[in-house]
């Protein structure tokens, strides 16, 4: 089945980075787009970005522009989120898509929490 | 960007009721729409998608339906575990947002 293995949880203090990984099984993973949808606590879903399978020209939310970074290998995607805030303090997630505009599959997330 | 906006944004019912969500877009995206169901602690979960498709797995009791702008979902006779907050989601040019949620509780 469909597996999307995130890594564990991060605490970081604010202006360092944070790398997070997303490990795809289960299904042919350089055949989907892949996105990252963070959800502070408390609060609604935002989403951060697109690769595409070939992982060329990510597109970003424009709040993450310039911050953020998307890339992934044969099995595996990958978030750099760099400048860390308080305000990016939230849970991860790491998403395939399905049908060109829906999200099937959803990793386990990944807290981040920023603080000094 | 498109924003979609859901309401109300809480809705207080009793299993076996009816609920009934809307999701406005601010521009049309045709058929693009989808609807999720969260429950604390955990990652969504797909219920709809191009606004009137049930996911796989998804009991019959959940609709969707609408295009363009407006779109609702509709869960007939509310079981316990449909208490819980829903979100929609439309894609346009690549980009995703999300509506802020809709939160079905308990009576």
């Known amino acids: 089945q469909v597996q999307l293995v995130q890594s564990g949880a991060e605490v970081r203090k604010p202006g360092t980075s944070v790398m997070i990984s997303c490990q795809a099984s289960?299904?042919?993973?350089?055949?989907?787009?892949m996105h990252w949808v963070r959800q502070a606590p408390g609060q609604g879903l935002e989403w951060m970005g697109i690769i595409n399978p070939r992982g060329h020209s990510p597109t970003y939310a424009q709040r993450f522009q310039g911050r953020v970074t998307m890339t992934r290998d044969t099995t595996t995607l990958y978030m750099e989120l760099d400048s860390l805030t308080s305000d990016d303090t939230a849970v991860y997630y790491c998403?395939?898509?399905?049908?060109?505009?829906?999200?099937?599959?959803w990793g386990q997330g990944t807290p981040v929490i920023v603080s000094s | 960007e498109t924003v979609l906006t859901q309401s109300p944004a809480t809705l207080s019912l009793s299993p076996g009721d009816t609920a009934t969500l809307s999701c406005r877009a601010s521009q049309s995206v045709s058929t693009y729409l989808a609807w999720y169901q969260q429950h604390p602690g955990q990652p969504p979960r797909l219920l709809i998608h191009d606004a009137s498709k049930r996911a796989t797995g998804i009991p019959p009791r959940f609709s969707g339906s609408g295009s363009g702008t407006d779109f609702t979902l509709t869960i007939s006779s509310l079981e316990p575990e449909d208490f819980a907050v829903y979100y929609c989601?439309?894609?346009?040019?690549?980009?995703?947002?999300f509506g802020q949620g809709t939160k079905v509780e308990l009576k």
């Open positions: 289960g299904f042919i993973f350089s055949n989907y787009y």
């Open positions: 998403v395939r898509e399905e049908g060109g505009s829906y999200a099937l599959d």
């Open positions: 989601q439309q894609r346009t040019n690549w980009r995703w947002t």
